[in-house]
């Protein structure tokens, strides 16, 4: 190898270099320019691909439009009319302030740009190529802003060769636009690839439009509003009801402060708290917009990168955590049984989870796909209440309706007529607000292989398992002693002498208080030594050894955990049992304690204390209905 002496780049090349890092790929463009076009106040923003952005990006404003004194300065780096400090990042609304967007994507590109601001009365065009502006000239056009980028890397061969297939650029867009959509509810999107139209957002400033617009429109129906605040956060948005979810966590999204983030923190938290309600390898969809003091939030992160660190992750995740919980009892969520085959082989389920998991992939959503789905959409709800729908669509054009749409170009769905059927979606919505206990007006009917207690309330049959049920209301009682310090003790017949080193006998007359509040008998014995005397009645000696070391260990968190397990086991061991024989009195104060319950649904190892059978599927399984 021969030694190269240090030289200074040319231009061009350092040029398209710096380009690389903001434009790696043609949804890095689109997202510059959407930003842009959202910067400068624009309600309405087109954006068009072709050839998955490869050969053109086009997207088109009714914002500010540019001043014309400025038109110079456009595609030079480090120029950009919105300074801001790096620290207000997440606190303003301006999504760009490095002035190297236009710069980057103009070097790698030909470049066409259309403005007009507001006082002009004609419009000016700019094109650029490779960085240059090649020529100005007078336009009549609109107020706002069109930026087409043709050919982007006709100039960086190697990275034109790292591009994916067109159909994968399409589908990144496709992604990158409907998180934008999602956090600006309030601006109208309209998108289409290769001319096909991909969605229109109708811009009114309600999420639920946008949910149903760029993801399936029938996902409304199975979601749900959560909508929390604390001192330090506020978390709206949709979230699953139980029974409605997706072989792929594609559609659990965090907004923090309006933008969209991918984390790995919300598919934990989401996890934790959906666990016990969810089958294997399903998942919930959770469609959440979080906002922060943005001194919570770490700006040493790049911020044109969507990760983000918290300043503090324990707190963010106790909140989301804590206000999913909540929101899942505000509604009835009883699991209502089916008798299709579907419920009866969990096998068959598993295998269709994972075909769906690649099915449900939500991107691209290509027209035919919108056009299948439209029709889809009408002839289900149509099949569930006929009478009180508006027609489904197939129908109002006099079209007898078919399961089958074969891939050609759409027939033009007109959005009035969607957003129409999303208000109804969520009208026909069957979770009702709770106002009482789902246990609240059960009637006793019996009891089945002296296990499972049979009721009926409205058209509904309930069955609920003894055992879990009674598990369950030992477990929260406990719990609740627990943590209320009121736990039990129990007097050991042989003390016990736990030796400490020097730094557990210091933390150890710190916690000594804490450590007696949770049920235990502590005396110090000697120098390096206590003597446990008595301890929570729930655990065995070992256990408690542990445990009040762990407190000296200062990972209480860790006593917690062991604490509930135990708990939990001792509640399954101290319940009535399945064929177990209850008089109709106790299954009266079954009910009763049953009402009290904090979280009815599950039992402590997460089985399902209650299952509902409704009518109209027995109804059909006596083929009274069809
Ligand atoms: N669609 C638009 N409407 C109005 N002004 C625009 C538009 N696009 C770009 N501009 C103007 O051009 C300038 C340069 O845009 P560019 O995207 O390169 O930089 P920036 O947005 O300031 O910062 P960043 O590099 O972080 O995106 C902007 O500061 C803005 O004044
Ligand atoms: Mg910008």
């Known amino acids: 190898m021969t030694h190269s002496r240090i030289q200074l780049l040319d231009e061009k090349t350092s040029r398209k270099i710096a380009a690389g890092e903001v434009v790696e790929k043609p949804a890095m463009v689109v997202k510059e320019l959407v930003e842009n076009a959202i910067d400068a106040g624009a309600n309405e923003i087109i954006v068009d691909i072709k050839k998955g952005g490869k050969s053109l990006i086009r997207v088109t404003d009714n914002g500010s439009g540019i001043h014309y004194d400025d038109l110079p300065l456009v595609f030079e780096r480090h120029a950009t009319s919105k300074i801001r400090s790096i620290e207000d990042l997440y606190a303003t609304q301006s999504l760009g302030f490095r002035g190297e967007a236009l710069a980057s994507i103009s070097a790698v590109s030909q470049v066409e740009l259309i403005t007009m601001n507001k006082d002009a009365t004609i419009g000016k065009k700019v094109v650029a190529s490779g960085g240059h502006i090649q020529k100005v000239s007078e336009i009549g056009t609109v107020q706002g802003t069109t930026l087409h980028i043709r050919d982007l890397f006709f100039n960086t061969p190697a990275r034109l060769k790292f591009l994916k297939s067109d159909q994968a650029e399409a589908r990144a867009i496709t992604e990158l636009m409907s998180y934008l959509a999602l956090s600006h509810p309030e601006i109208a999107f309209k998108y289409a690839v290769d001319d096909n139209r991909i969605f229109h957002t109708p811009g009114k400033g309600k999420i639920s439009d946008v949910i149903f617009t760029v993801f399936e429109p029938m996902m409304l129906k199975g979601l749900y509003e959560i909508n929390e605040t604390s001192e330090h956060h506020t978390l709206s948005g949709y979230i699953s009801r139980f029974d409605y979810t997706k072989g792929t966590r594609n559609y659990q999204l965090l907004f923090v402060n309006g933008r969209y983030v991918k984390s790995d923190l919300l598919k934990e938290v989401i996890q934790m708290a959906y666990k016990p309600y969810m089958m294997h390898n399903r998942y919930p969809v959770c469609i959440l917009f979080l906002s922060i003091a943005p001194s919570d939030i770490d700006v040493n992160i790049h911020p044109a990168k969507t990760e983000i660190k918290f300043k503090d992750d324990g707190a963010v995740k106790q909140f989301i955590f804590t206000a999913l919980k909540k929101a899942f009892n505000l509604y009835d969520q009883v699991p209502t049984a089916t008798f299709t085959e579907k419920q009866v082989f969990r096998v068959e389920e598993t295998e269709k989870a994972q075909i769906e998991a690649i099915q449900d992939m939500p991107l691209p959503k290509f027209p035919e796909m919108t056009s299948q789905m439209a029709s889809q959409m009408a002839t289900q709800i149509a099949s569930q209440k006929p009478s009180q729908m508006t027609p489904p669509m197939s129908q109002r054009s006099n079209h007898t309706p078919s399961p089958y749409v074969p891939p050609v170009k ?146 209480v968190h860790v006593m917690d955990d062991v604490m509930a397990f135990k708990l939990a086991e001792r509640a399954c061991k101290a319940a009535i049992k399945a064929h177990d024989v209850l008089h109709d009195m106790e299954v009266v104060a079954l009910l009763e304690s049953l009402k009290g319950l904090n979280d009815p649904y599950t039992c402590p190892h997460g089985r399902p204390i209650i299952i509902r059978f409704a009518l109209s599927e027995i109804e059909r399984k006596f083929k009274r209905i069809l």
């Open 410 to 555: 759409p027939e033009a769905i007109d959005f009035s007529e969607l957003t129409q059927f999303a208000q109804e979606t969520i009208q026909l919505e069957t979770l009702k607000p709770l106002e009482e206990s789902i246990y609240e007006g059960l009637n006793y009917i019996g009891v089945y292989n002296q296990t499972y207690l049979i009721f009926e309330k409205e058209t509904s049959l309930y069955l609920i398992d003894q055992h879990a049920a009674h598990e369950k209301i030992l477990y929260e009682s406990y719990m609740t002693a627990f943590s209320n310090h009121t736990l039990q003790s129990q007097m050991l017949l042989i003390p016990e002498v736990v030796e400490l080193t020097t730094l557990e006998m210091e933390m150890f007359n710190e916690a000594q208080s804490t450590i007696e509040k949770m049920g235990f008998g502590l005396e110090v014995f000697g120098a390096q030594s206590i003597v446990i005397r008595e301890i929570p009645s729930q655990m065995g000696i070992g256990m408690a050894k542990r445990m009040a070391l762990a407190v000296l260990d200062g990972s």
